[in-house]
Structure formats: C-alpha cells, structure tokens
C-alpha cells in the first residue's frame, strides 16, 4: 500500500499510521509531511524505523525552502517517481 503524508507528521495521529505499516508498503512525504525527514529531528526517527520504504517528494522540499535540511537517509522522488509508486500500489491512503 502506498501512504502518503501530506500533513506535518507533529499535527496528525502519528502513532497510527506507523501501526499501519507494513514491509512491502511505501510512505510518501509530501506537502507539510516534508518535514518529518528533517536531519536529526526525533520525527526522522521514528519514520526511520517503521517497516515501510520512507520516501520525500523533492519539489515540496524545495518549494519549503528545506534542501539543506532533509536527511540525506530518505529517498527524494520526483513527480515521476510519485507516479511510478501510485502504479506499483493499487491501494492508497492519504494521511
């Protein structure tokens, strides 16, 4: 399944989502949810350890001004690269 995040991950039910996640799943920050992958941040931690693959959408990032912030440990995708994981994931939700 395919998560994505568009809210800050400090504003929405955290803990539920990473109940949700499982290993053959993908979770996509977008929007504000760009900000659970800033360097060193408690947030970077947690996502970090949840089961899922943790990727960042690179034009939110750049569009918040936070290129230099994001941890280089979380694949940054393209609007292409967002495509191709809706392909691969029949089911999404958006959180």
């Not at 992958?37 to 970077?44: D, E, K, N, P, V």
């Amino acid at each position: 399944m395919l998560y994505t995040l568009m809210n800050s991950p400090w504003q929405c039910d955290i803990e539920t989502l990473l109940l949700l996640l499982r290993p053959e799943d993908d979770l996509l920050l977008l929007q504000d949810g760009v900000t659970g992958a800033l360097q060193g941040s408690t947030m970077l931690a947690r996502l970090s350890a949840a089961p899922a693959t943790l990727w960042v959408l690179e034009e939110d990032v750049v569009a918040r001004g936070l290129s230099a912030q994001i941890s280089t440990s979380v694949a940054r995708l393209d609007y292409t690269g967002f495509v191709a994981l809706t392909i691969k994931h029949q089911q999404q939700v958006a959180w």
